[in-house]
């Protein structure tokens, strides 16, 4: 069984880890598989402050809400464990009618049934839908080119600039626009001035969020007339583009048009360059990839205080959060240590 | 089998230009950037493509709690500092950050998974595709990693009004935590994940032995993975699961969410999937032959994400694209090499055949416990569909899996898609 938490929102603090960790231990035990036909059994949570309640025949009155207040807590009261450490806890689903959704019922319409709301159609389906040939050209990959200085700054903005023309030609200008090609590319810089546009690479760069600073908010206040969808046209069209052209140019290895503050120095600066980082790295892969190194054997050695730290028992609050070398628990003892076989890697 | 699938697919170029923060991860940039390789790849040219309309907060309340609905409307980054405690309790700031924008964009991510859904329910198309939806971690009273509104729940339950049961699946490479939760009571959808799970890895759920509970006991399946883990290993087990799902489950529509954090290379990411790889999940999945939603997710090396979506996109429309990416006006992102295909990492694959192979056990002890007995929900018969034979057993895995093998397709007496789709 799946621990449910309380409805009310839990303060994250130390003492609720404390707590969601025992009860949890004492709970792993009973996830096993039983047949369909075994009954749910609400047990009276060791902790106690929990009741339990029947579990309803129809399980639409669940959905409609009847339960509310007071899950139950399904943990057995005579559960003897051996080392908590084992079983890391799991998270728990929540319950209730402020988590889950609501099912409709399966009757075949829909009262809202507006064309409206099944999209506007831009580009309509192509005449040739019916037949099961492909023969028109599709899904062309690139020409290579014929021009004397291929490769160079002016061969590619002139192959840019056919292939935008294309575009616009083959689906139409309307749709060319309904579609937003208006505001993709290099094209978008013709909206701003060459002041501007140089007072923006100023702002981005000497306004870096490692030093406490917010570039955005700076654009935001220098360019008062612009939208801020604008600025972020510019921002990906333009700066970040000819960005990644530089790096495609002086260091291609390590590209990342998704480092926010890395600054582009030319090859003589390469080597004091101080925003890269001193790592090897597999070509393609962003620096910021945390590759977790399980050879590592000090990373089996531990600091006995450690051990009983419950944070190393809390979940990611953030998706983003670059995470520390791996659960001490998982480490010492394994995944596999759980309640699977322990077996030799293929 | 039928005649080729119809694909609507929904673009608004206005869902681009939004901007989380600097250093966010996410990037919804990376929607233009593969829009316009689709369409650099004259794949336009065999589809049809919509603007969704803007969903209203009252379809978005088909889910989300109103008042969660009515503060992301109201809020934005001048008055955020006004608000902290409905921004704690909603869960907004850092992660899923207030900016300029953010209630638009959300209309119009949602406003297409919806309208993909009306689409598929009225059979105006076989597979309808949203990039820029597939936000999996919203719940209906708060935002979560970086996702607000959940869209596939919202799409989801427009389905469910046609259909009796829905498959969703899920390849990103985090848990869809907010899909399962939504429907975690409830047998009438039945949720697939896999995703890297331990080692704190967000969002911290998605064990195997999470399955459901009462009515949707066993109607919920998380194949927890390790990192490193590659084409051959995943595709091998995703089509061994989907298989029996598809089988036991007998789903009238599914849903795929292609989250492209699960490639190579990605930001956040930690799994060593080829673009092939994770197309090849798609492939599988149109070749069951059942109404289709596809949608984006998480995906954080935005050339990456472009390169995936166009090739899944072809995938979709039976087409095979070259690896030379077309002149386009990011073809920088794409530079040096310019090349659809992105390698794969000298990573350690931690799965290994035990790991694996208890998981799949797992999983298929658990769907033996879904009974076929008569019952209102599984009374709608589905539609033709196909189980794509494949040897799970075979010997070498670096062989090619072989598709052509025995037809196991089904008659209905009472087929949806009787000759051509004349709409």
């Known amino acids: 069984m799946v621990q449910k938490r309380q409805l009310a929102e839990e303060a994250y603090d130390v003492s609720s880890k404390h707590l969601k960790l025992e009860n949890s231990c004492q709970l792993v035990s009973c996830l096993e598989f039983p047949s369909k036909d075994v009954p749910l059994k609400p047990c009276i949570s060791a902790k106690g402050g929990h ?22 807590r399904l943990v057995p ?10 079983f890391p806890p799991l998270k728990e689903v929540p319950v209730g009618p402020e988590y889950q959704a609501h099912i409709p019922e399966c009757c075949g319409y829909d009262t809202n049934n507006d064309d409206k709301f099944l999209g506007s159609c831009v580009i309509p389906m192509p005449e040739s839908y019916s037949t099961v040939s492909t023969d028109f050209a599709v899904g062309k990959g690139r020409n290579d080119c014929f021009c004397e200085d291929r490769g160079s700054l002016r061969c590619v903005r002139q192959h840019i600039t056919e292939a935008r023309e294309n575009l616009r030609v083959n689906i139409g200008h309307e749709r060319f626009s309904a579609l937003g090609f208006d505001s993709m590319g290099d094209a978008v810089a013709c909206e701003w001035t060459e002041e501007d546009e140089r007072l923006f690479h ?52 390590n590209a990342d048009s998704d480092d926010d503050e890395l600054q582009v120095t030319d090859s003589s600066e390469e080597d004091d360059d101080s925003c890269r980082d001193e790592i090897q790295k597999p070509p393609g892969f962003s620096i910021k990839n945390p590759v977790f190194d399980h050879d590592d054997d000090t990373r089996f050695i531990f600091d006995d205080s450690k051990v009983w730290d419950v944070d190393y028992f809390s979940f990611p609050r953030s998706k ?20 699977i076989e322990v077996t030799d890697n293929e | 089998m039928r005649s080729k699938d119809r694909i609507s697919y929904f673009y608004d170029g206005d869902v ?27 794949l336009h040219k065999k589809m049809e493509i919509y603007r969704p309309h803007k969903a ?24 955020q500092h006004l608000f902290p405690e409905e921004m704690a309790k909603f869960k907004l700031g850092e992660d899923c950050p207030v900016f300029d924008d953010m209630f638009e964009f959300c209309q119009i991510y ?31 009273c708060e935002a979560s990693g970086f996702c607000y509104i959940n869209d596939l729940v919202l799409g989801i339950l427009e ?9 969703y699946i899920d390849i990103d490479v985090h848990h869809g935590d907010g899909v399962e939760e939504a429907f975690y009571f409830t047998d009438r959808v039945m949720t697939v994940s896999f995703h890297k799970y331990g080692n704190l890895f967000f969002p911290g759920s998605g064990d195997v032995k999470e399955i459901g509970e009462q009515e949707g006991k066993f109607y919920a399946i998380n194949i927890p993975l390790k990192d490193g883990i590659d084409d051959t290993s995943f595709t091998r087990l995703f089509k061994t699961i989907i298989s029996k799902v598809v089988e036991t489950y007998q789903p009238g529509v599914i849903v795929l969410q292609c989250g492209a954090d699960s490639l190579a290379g990605d930001r956040l990411g930690c799994f060593n999937l080829s673009i092939d790889g994770h197309a090849e999940c798609v492939r599988f999945v149109k070749k069951i032959g059942l109404p289709l939603l596809v949608t984006g997710g998480g995906g954080y090396t935005k050339e990456n994400v472009a390169r995936c979506w166009t090739v899944e996109t072809g995938v979709l429309l039976d087409t095979e694209l070259p690896n030379e990416i077309p002149d386009n006006e990011y073809i920088k992102y794409f530079a040096p090499e310019c090349s659809l295909r992105i390698p794969t990492a000298h990573i350690e694959n931690f799965n290994s055949k035990s790991y694996l192979g208890t998981i799949k056990m797992q999983v298929l002890e658990n769907l033996r416990c879904i009974q076929h007995a008569p019952s209102v929900q599984m009374q709608e018969v589905p539609p033709d569909y196909y189980i794509p034979d494949f040897d799970e057993d075979e010997k070498n895995p670096d062989e090619r899996i072989d598709q052509h093998t025995q037809d196991k397709h089904i008659q209905r007496d009472d087929e949806y898609y009787e000759g051509d789709n004349d709409k």
């Open chain 2, 16 to 42: 681009g230009n939004v901007y989380f923060g600097p250093n966010h991860p996410m990037k919804p940039h990376r929607l233009c950037m593969t829009h316009h390789l689709v369409l650099s790849y004259d």
């Open chain 1, 51 to 72: 009741f339990p309640i029947e579990i309803p025949e129809n399980n639409r009155q669940f959905e409609s809400g009847i339960i509310t207040d007071k899950p139950t």
């Open chain 1, 202 to 253: 100023e702002i981005v760069y000497s306004n870096p969020v490692s030093l406490g600073k917010n570039f955005w908010e700076k654009l935001e206040e220098t360019f008062p007339s612009r939208t801020n969808q604008e600025i972020v046209s510019y921002y990906f069209n333009v700066f970040v583009l000819q960005r990644r052209a530089e790096q495609n140019r002086f260091d291609p290895i």
């Open chain 2, 56 to 79: 209203y907060p009252v379809e978005l309340a088909q889910f989300h709690s109103a008042d969660y609905v009515e503060f992301l409307q109201r809020i934005n980054p001048d008055t």
């Open chain 2, 159 to 167: 389905l469910l009004k046609y259909h009796a049961r829905v498959l």
């Open chain 2, 110 to 140: 949602a406003g297409g998974t919806i309208d993909a859904a009306r689409r598929l329910n009225n059979q105006l198309c076989d597979i309808a595709i949203n990039w820029a939806g597939g936000l999996h971690h919203a719940k209906k």
């Open chain 1, 77 to 86: 009261t005579d559960d003897t464990y051996s080392c908590p450490l084992r």
């Open chain 1, 320 to 339: 983003a959060d670059f995470l520390p070398t791996g659960s001490m628990i998982e480490e010492v003892f394994g995944v596999e240590s759980w309640d």
